[in-house]
């Protein structure tokens, strides 16, 4: 599975088009909060406005001296002999003769909003005495801070709506993330998948086919009882390899106890496994251990063989008809070392780092990859050498472990084998 193909770029787009609608919505209701908030500021505003000016016509209409009126406030006097006194600078188009006319015959207090040469007053018409006052404010000032409350809530907004965009895409980031984290974990895991249980599948296929072309031969099946632990050997460890992927999908890392591994034994198990493999390709595998020692290590027995099992398919898998391919391994002091060598096609050294990268800027694989995290995982390192044409060299290094022997580790029970 690589990251190339049309499911990444598919997954990409459908990630940027899910920010862009969060960013959006997010913005929207914050826009749309900030709008609210406006709109009621605006109405509290024009509320406030009218109560004010209600109350100052009426304080003025009742006491405030006809030639010193409140701000913005005019005063008019209806006398009993029937003339108009008013405040000094008074509009000429005013007072409202209308209303005064009609209060002065006794008729209650009046409110009302008038418009005279193209301006608005808010007029209160009132008695005081025997006289009838009529005040008058001129509502423009009050129009005028509208005006400026709106450019200022208007400025406000688009402010805000720069702002939300900004938040929006903050928290949209933020909200995508663990998507798309886990649509990359389960390429992941796919590629993952597919890759641990091919070596295993084709290891069975293998030895299945040669056991079928045998049995159908005429070979008698007692000659096969090998053949075929071998088979039920392989199908155990495909589903040690299952049961670890099933682990790794539910997010949960593999906390088995670290116990006592001897690598030989386990390049000899995979050795004899590939053997079917290796004939039908005309390779030879080769396993040979140098020096004095044990080669045994603390891990997790299945994870460690998973390692080998992916080292000896790359080596297959490079190396031509009639090649061999050698397994060492050799004891210093506190590590063991795994060498795989072949005779294969090799590779270029500038590209040794790339060897194990996932499918990064045309990585070679996969496999390599997954075999450097279990080997880290278990506190060790590994390396590659090699030539063009002229073969390759993996060297896992691990801590040593303590010897195998009864008093100080017993191999975990296994099932008994059925023989079919």
């Not at 030989?264 to 496994?273: G, I, K, N, Q, Y």
Request: hydrophobic share 40%; net charge positive; charged share 25%.
């Amino acid at each position: 599975m690589s990251p190339a193909g049309p499911g990444p770029e598919l997954e990409r787009r459908l990630l940027k088009r899910a920010r862009r609608r969060l960013t959006a919505q997010v913005a929207g209701v914050i826009s749309l909060l900030l709008a609210l908030t406006g709109v009621l500021v605006y109405c509290v505003m024009v509320h406030q406005q009218a109560d004010a000016a209600r109350r100052d016509l009426t304080a003025a209409v009742q006491r405030a001296p006809i030639a010193h009126p409140p701000p913005c406030v005019w005063l008019y006097a209806l006398r009993p002999d029937g003339t108009v006194e008013s405040s000094p600078g008074a509009p000429q188009a005013l007072p409202f003769r209308a209303p005064m006319d009609r209060v002065a015959t006794g008729l209650p207090p009046r409110v009302e909003e008038v418009r005279v040469d193209g301006h608005a007053y808010l007029i209160r018409t009132q008695r005081r005495g025997d006289d009838t006052f009529q005040a008058a404010l001129d509502l423009r000032y009050q129009d005028a801070e509208r005006q400026r409350l709106l450019r200022t809530l208007g400025g406000a907004e688009l402010g805000g709506l720069l702002a939300a965009l900004l938040v929006g895409q903050v928290i949209s980031r933020r909200a995508i993330a663990p998507l798309g984290e886990a649509l990359a974990r389960q390429r992941r895991f796919a590629a993952d998948v597919s890759h641990e249980l091919r070596s295993p599948l084709t290891r069975l296929h293998t030895r299945a086919q040669l056991l079928s072309r045998r049995l159908r031969g005429g070979t008698d099946p007692i000659l096969l009882i090998d053949e075929v632990d071998q088979l039920v050997t392989g199908s155990r460890q495909l589903g040690e390899v299952v049961e670890d992927l099933l682990q790794s999908a539910q997010l949960q890392q593999l906390r088995r106890p670290f116990g006592p591994v001897d690598l030989a034994v386990l390049a000899s198990e995979l050795a004899v496994a590939e053997g079917a493999r290796a004939d039908a390709k005309g390779v030879t595998i080769e396993v040979r251990c140098e020096g004095p020692g044990d080669h045994v290590v603390r891990g997790v027995e299945s994870a460690l063989r998973r390692v080998l099992s992916a080292l000896l398919d790359n080596a297959l898998g490079h190396t031509r008809a009639g090649g061999h391919i050698r397994v060492t391994l050799s004891r210093d002091r506190d590590l063991v070392r795994l060498t795989v060598r072949d005779d294969g096609v090799g590779f270029d050294p500038a590209q040794t780092e790339r060897l194990f990268t996932r499918f990064v800027g045309g990585g070679f694989g996969l496999g390599l990859a997954l075999v450097r995290e279990v080997v880290e995982g278990h506190h060790g390192t590994i390396t590659a050498d090699g030539r063009p044409g002229a073969g390759a060299t993996f060297t896992v290094s691990l801590p040593a472990g303590p010897a195998v022997t009864p008093s100080a580790w017993t191999p975990p029970a296994r099932e008994p084998e059925r023989r079919l």
